[in-house]
Each structure stands twice: as C-alpha cells, then as structure tokens.
C-alpha cells in the first residue's frame, strides 16, 4: 500500500516540494496556515489537515519545511506537536537547516517517537520546479531507506552523509564556506572599485576567468552586492548563527572561514 506523505512549511520552497510530490504520484496530506495557500494546493491535489497533529497522525512519511529551529521546536514539541502525535513507525525528514542538538532533544524527548532524518538541501525553488534540489540526508539508514524515494519527486541529486545529525554538520560548514566566499565577493568588488573597476565589469569578467565562484554567480544573478546583502543577509545570518552554536556544540574553533565571515563588508556575524 503507499505510503501517505504529509507535508508542513508550504512557503517559499515547501510549496513547489509539495506540487513536485503531487505530480510523481504521491498521497500528500498538508497543513498550511495561510488560507490562499490550502486552497492552491487542495486544487493541486493535496488533502487538508485541520493541524500539526492531524498531518502527524496521518502520516507514513512526514516533511517538514521550516526556516529556523525555533519554529522547528514549537511545532515539533508539546501535547499538540509532531512528535507526539506522530503514527507509530513513521519517519520525520527535516529540511529545516538547524543544529544538530534540536535534533538530539527532540529524539531524547520523544524516544517512541518517530525516526528523525536530517535532510538540509541546497538550491532554489526553481531547483525544486525543475527537481534537481541538492539534498543531504543522515539518519538511521532504514528510515533513509523509506525517504529517499519519495524525496526524489524534486530531489537530484540526494546524498546519504551517514548517521543522525551528519547531514546538517556538513550543510552547516558549506554554508560557512558560502557566506565566506560571499564576503571575499564583496572585498574583491570594494578593491575592484578602488582600482577604478566597476562592479558589473569586474563581475562579468571574474564569472569566466579562474576567481569565479557560486557566492560570484549568486551576486551576479542579483545584479550587484547591495541587492544580493539584502536578499541573502537574512538566510545568511541565521546559518553563520547555526554554524557557531553547532561548533561550540562540537567543542571546535571555525578558524579561517569565522574570521573571513567576521571580518568581510557584509554584516553576518
């Protein structure tokens, strides 16, 4: 029998997972609290719970999609969260780019509750539309098992990092390395400019010689630093944040990748 997906975060890049699921075939079950949002996807073809605990207890497979650990924690904890209303022997995929101790907590809480899969992802909603989304995914290797195929609706490719927890230490240090490069983007634009080398010139060069990068590409796809800092900042920020508690979690120094973080024209720290 299929299993039945439910699916919480319907925003920004839950939306298009969501669609991308509908259209491989899947049984979707989603809760969403914006009302333009249920009926898009109900005419999509998704079927509506009434809450966090309705989509828990109806789910084989649960996704969840959600910018921050804080909102991760509130609907995953209490009478009236995820976790305890969970369907015995389903799994939990978090797409959610956190610390691994949220994690940690929540499994130590809840120790009948469902499996949890760590499954941060890299890529835009146009990744999603076109299903090329990178995913990392570390957890119990039956419960990725179980996951990985129905994530391959908008995921390729998926990359198993290993145990619990694996999968969010490594997207954390790669989004140290991104907002690392993103700062010596902006240090090079600044010296270009001093030079009397005007951003979109120095941009468009770089993008085909030897010093390009993705943090170039992404600025250059905003058209310059100031748009690409008010854009990305806010994402930015929160990741450099997770990425410092993950260390001191781990009991580790970020050395060089801190200190350009810290230092660049960009304020992330």
């Not at 170039?216 to 990425?243: E, H, I, N």
Request: with cysteine; glycine share 12%; aromatic share 4%.
């Amino acid at each position: 029998m299929p299993e039945i997906i439910g699916f919480i975060g319907a925003g920004q890049m839950g939306e298009p997972m969501v669609r991308r699921l509908l259209g491989a075939g899947h049984d979707v079950v989603l809760y969403a609290r914006r009302d333009e949002v249920r009926e898009r996807l109900a005419e999509a073809g998704a079927r509506l719970a009434d809450s966090v605990a309705d989509v828990a207890a109806r789910s084989d497979i649960l996704i969840v999609c959600l910018f921050s650990d804080a909102q991760l924690a509130d609907l995953a904890g209490g009478p009236d969260g995820f976790m305890s209303n969970a369907r015995a022997g389903s799994v939990v995929v978090s797409h959610t780019t956190g610390n691994v101790s949220t994690l940690e907590k929540l499994g130590a809480e809840y120790p009948d509750g469902p499996a949890l899969i760590d499954a941060p992802v890299s890529g835009a909603a146009t990744d999603i539309e076109a299903g090329r989304l990178t995913v990392l995914l570390g957890g119990d290797e039956a419960a990725v098992e179980r996951a990985e195929p129905v994530l391959a609706a908008y995921a390729d490719p998926i990359l198993r990092t290993g145990g619990p927890g694996s999968a969010l230490n490594l997207k954390l240090v790669n989004n140290m390395l991104f907002a690392a490069n993103a700062q010596l983007v902006a240090a090079a634009v600044e010296l270009g400019e001093r030079l009397g080398v005007g951003g979109e010139q120095l941009l468009s060069a770089v993008a085909v010689s030897s010093g390009r990068s993705h943090a170039l590409a992404s600025v250059q796809l905003l058209g310059d630093v100031g748009t690409f800092t008010k854009v990305a900042s806010p994402f930015l920020r929160k990741d450099v944040a997770a990425c410092v508690v993950a260390a001191e979690d781990a009991g580790v120094d970020l050395g060089w990748l801190r200190s350009v973080v810290d230092a660049g024209p960009i304020e992330l720290s």
